[in-house]
């Protein structure tokens, strides 16, 4: 089993920065960021292989949010950028431990979720 808490969310103005961590207690094979607004279906925005391969976003992300990890592969973080209100969201992380061909931004690839951090973009 695979363990995932994340931290870090909060209310920050358009224009912003924040930083999501994510603790994983196990062996992974890719790590995902999604993110769930009221009314919406839940979102991919980023991924990454645990240990070899880039990363990749979300069109609506790419070039304001960074994917990454620590050294140990023990956290995963999101450094989100130049937030505006449409990045307002409950953030999950999501892990695998199971090569797949189906694609990343698929919520059903992932078996592992963390409990979600909330994130509000306002003035």
């Known amino acids: 089993r695979i363990g995932l808490m994340e931290s870090g969310g909060g209310s920050v103005q358009p224009g912003g920065s924040l930083r999501l961590s994510c603790v994983v207690d196990?062996?992974?094979?890719?790590r995902t960021w999604f993110r769930q607004a009221p009314g919406k279906e839940r979102e991919a925005v980023a991924t990454?292989?645990?240990?070899?391969?880039?990363?990749d976003y979300a069109d609506s992300v790419q070039g304001r949010f960074t994917i990454s990890q620590d050294n140990d592969k023990h956290t995963l973080f999101l450094q989100m950028n130049n937030l505006t209100p449409e990045d307002t969201a409950t953030y999950y992380c999501a892990a695998t431990s199971v090569r797949s061909a189906a694609a990343w931004t698929s919520p059903d690839k992932y078996l592992y979720w963390g409990q979600g951090t909330q994130v509000t973009v306002s003035s």
């Open positions: 196990g062996s992974t094979w890719r």
């Open positions: 990454t292989l645990t240990y070899v391969g880039p990363p």
